[in-house]
């Protein structure tokens, strides 16, 4: 099991779970490493944000209702601080009203998975965070150029 206090492997994809019910929390972390992941495990999204701190993640799958710092308000925290990284943000809840997934989106999120989350779900939904991830890192911003969003490094 990896929680935050130990050390990492490197892993393809690490991914952070973020999630204050303990046994969904082991539940989604056998998910992720029957998939090949390195779950990282928070109970909260102070714990996560600490974590980010000091250590990279490639996405983090955060419940939307936790005590303290709610996973809107983390979104919108990551959204806002370059120095906690720039991580696919998988939002995880049982809210599923289309308002719920409209106000995730417009927080920041780049997903919304509506609980249960079922493993297939799961698992093209990450993969379609881990596509996004290397589409990206293949690609150059250029601030200084208006109009122009990114452009392909190899061109």
């Known amino acids: 099991m990896t929680n935050l206090s ?18 969904e929390r082991t539940r989604l972390q056998a998910v ?20 980010l701190k000091k250590h990279k993640v490639d996405i983090v799958l955060s419940d939307w209702l ?30 599923n009203a289309s308002v719920d997934l409209i106000a995730a989106m417009d927080a920041g999120a780049d997903d919304y998975i509506a609980k249960p989350a079922w493993r297939e779900e799961l698992r093209v939904r990450l993969q379609a965070g881990v596509r996004s991830l290397s589409r990206s ?12 969003i990114s452009v392909n490094a190899k061109a």
């Open 6 to 23: 130990e050390g990492g492997l490197d892993p393809i994809v690490r991914v952070l779970v973020v999630e204050d019910n303990r046994v």
């Open 66 to 95: 936790m005590p303290g710092m709610t996973g809107l308000e983390f979104c919108q925290r990551l959204a806002g601080d370059e120095d906690l990284g720039n991580p696919y943000f998988i939002m995880l809840t049982g809210r």
């Open 137 to 148: 890192r293949e690609h150059r911003v250029l601030p200084s150029s208006p109009g122009l």
């Open 32 to 51: 992720l490493q029957s998939m090949g992941m390195q779950a990282i495990l928070a109970e909260n999204a102070d714990e996560a944000v600490r974590f």
